[in-house]
Structures are given as structure tokens and as C-alpha cells.
């Protein structure tokens, strides 16, 4: 997906806390496109990063049809993975490195942008009906920030029960479990389905960011209800969580070890200075060229990048 996002002000995401806490972060509602709505969890306000992850959207639950499809034009990344997870519906992604792919519930699309890349992403020709998921976006370390894009499709995730729940472990590592996905930092992306009321046990690992993403259901960690739509930061720190779920409640654990590193973000791009989301921005205005390359398999038209106020400067 594309951020929305452009109110003239770089969102510099830095990593703040090194104790375990229990908080929402304040979410905002928005409609993408044609009329899916989102509910935009980072970065936000008061929290501008989790670990390495530095933007989440829970798009829907809605209904589509092929009157309100999802259609976002091509658009480029710098420095950033996007990872792509559904509970309900399809999507078909298309980019400059020529993939064109459906994902289905399940599955993780899995892009990174690394030096540049761009890619559309629209509703399979015809589609209708439920779309309910996740978009969420990894900064990428300042080692890899240039590394050549990609594109990877899994199928086939770390998948397990424990205490009732089934968890399947999206990108990085969870309870002696490894993603096959690649990933640059240290990280966690697990979802965890309880299909009956469970209390779950889950080691996790302490120099880890951590935080809770509500998608159905409710839960219960330490005394605290973590209601339905909800982004919860829970801090470092913690060894073990121990999470009390509903019946047909569905969340995703995400985090990781702080990048100690400043993280910029401009629309679409991630980087660690100004320069280099200028030079972005710039490349982009003169696209089409070698840099984010063309998806020629997508035929509406392009986004644009808003205005990057070159009197915004930061430290
Ligand atoms: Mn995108």
C-alpha cells in the first residue's frame, strides 16, 4: 500500500523505551483509494516505531465488490521491507522486478525495497467479497538500506499449536521457531489464532521492542483488556508473555530489537537522512528511470509524490 500521509513534516521515528509497559498508541482511521478503510497504527503520534517496524495499517474488515476494488497506482519504496499478510480476501501484487502475484489468507508477500523498487497493488480482476489484513512496513538497517530489491511469496510459514492457540510465525523468530522469509535485523511478526478461549505461555525474547495488534477478538494481558482494533506498545524487557484469549480472537505479536539508529520516514520511503528522502523524491518525480524501474503489467496511472518541503530540516 501507499502512505497517505503528507502534511509536510518527516516523521522521524526514534526508539524510546528499554522497560517492559503496557499502552494503546493512538490510531488513526482513513480510507485508501476508492474506499477501503484502514485503521492507520503507525506510525502514529505516540509511537512512532516498534523494533524495526515503522508502519502499520489493519485494512478493513470490509466488504468488496468490483465497484470499490482496491486499486493503488504504482508507487515506489526506498529502504524498507513491506510485509503483507490477509485474514480474509486477495490481492494482487505487481512490480518493477516484473512479479505479478495473488495472495491469498495464509501467505506472505513479502517485498523489499532496499535502493528502489515500485510496485501496484490491486483486488484480482473481478474479485468481491471480504478483505480483512495487514500492511506493515521494516525499516531496513543502515548496512542493507541499499540492498537490491526483491520479491519473495511464502507459502509454507512455521506453524504450530501451543496452549490452544495456533500461531504461525510470519517474518523472524518466536519460541525456538525460524521464518523462512529473509528479514535484516533481528525481528517477530507472528499471528496467533485461538479458536477456543486459551492462556497462552510465550517465550519471547528480552532485548526485544514489543507490541500486540488486535484484529479480532479480545485479550488479556497482566489484568489489562486489549480490545479489538488496537495497537498495544508493550516496551522491553519481558521474557515470557502470558496472554488470556477469546474464543475466535486473532492477534499479531510484532517487534524486535531497536535498530539504535535514526529512522526517517517520507511517504513511501525509509531512510536514515534528509539527503537521501530528497534524492528519493526527486527520482521519483523523473521517474520512469533505473532507479524504481516500471510495473508494466499495470495500466492505470501512477502516484505522485507530495511536496517534500525542503524547509523541513532534521537534526
Ligand atoms: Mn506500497
Partial sequence: MSN????????????????????????????????????????????????PWCFLDHI??????????????????IGLQTVT???????????????????APGQLNLMTAGHGICHSEESPPGFSGPMHGLQ????LPAEYEDTPPAFAHHTDLPQWQQDGAEITLVVGELAGHRSPATV??????????????????????????LGLCINEGHAEL???TLKTGELYYLGQGRDTLILTLSAGSRIML???EPLGQP????????????????????????????????????QGAPLTAPTLDPSVRLK
Fill in 4 to 51: 497517505t500521509h503528507a502534511s509536510g513534516e518527516t516523521v522521524e521515528c526514534p526508539n524510546l523505551a528499554s522497560q517492559p509497559t503496557l499502552k494503546p498508541v493512538d490510531s488513526r482511521k482513513s480510507i485508501l483509494g476508492s474506499g477501503l478503510p484502514i485503521i492507520r497504527h503507525l506510525p502514529s503520534r505516540s509511537q512512532r516505531l516498534i523494533g
Fill in 60 to 77: 478493513g474488515p470490509t466488504d468488496l465488490t468490483t465497484d470499490n476494488a482496491v486499486d493503488v497506482g504504482t508507487h515506489p519504496h
Fill in 85 to 103: 499478510w490477509l485474514f480474509e480476501g486477495a490481492l494482487l501484487h505487481k512490480d518493477s522486478l516484473g512479479y505479478e502475484q495473488v495472495i
Fill in 136 to 139: 506493515f512496513w521494516i525499516a
Fill in 184 to 209: 535484516f535485523s533481528p525481528l517477530v511478526g507472528a499471528d496467533i489464532v485461538a479458536t477456543q478461549a486459551c492462556r497462552l505461555t510465550l517465550p519471547v525474547p528480552a532485548d526485544f521492542e
Fill in 222 to 224: 497482566e489484568g489489562e
Fill in 254 to 256: 510484532l517487534g524486535g
Fill in 263 to 298: 529512522v526517517l520516514l517520507w511517504w513511501n520511503f525509509v531512510g536514515r537522512d534528509q539527503e537521501r528522502l530528497n534524492q528519493a523524491v526527486s527520482d521519483w518525480q523523473q521517474w520512469p528511470n533505473d532507479r524504481f524501474g516500471e510495473v508494466s503489467a499495470y
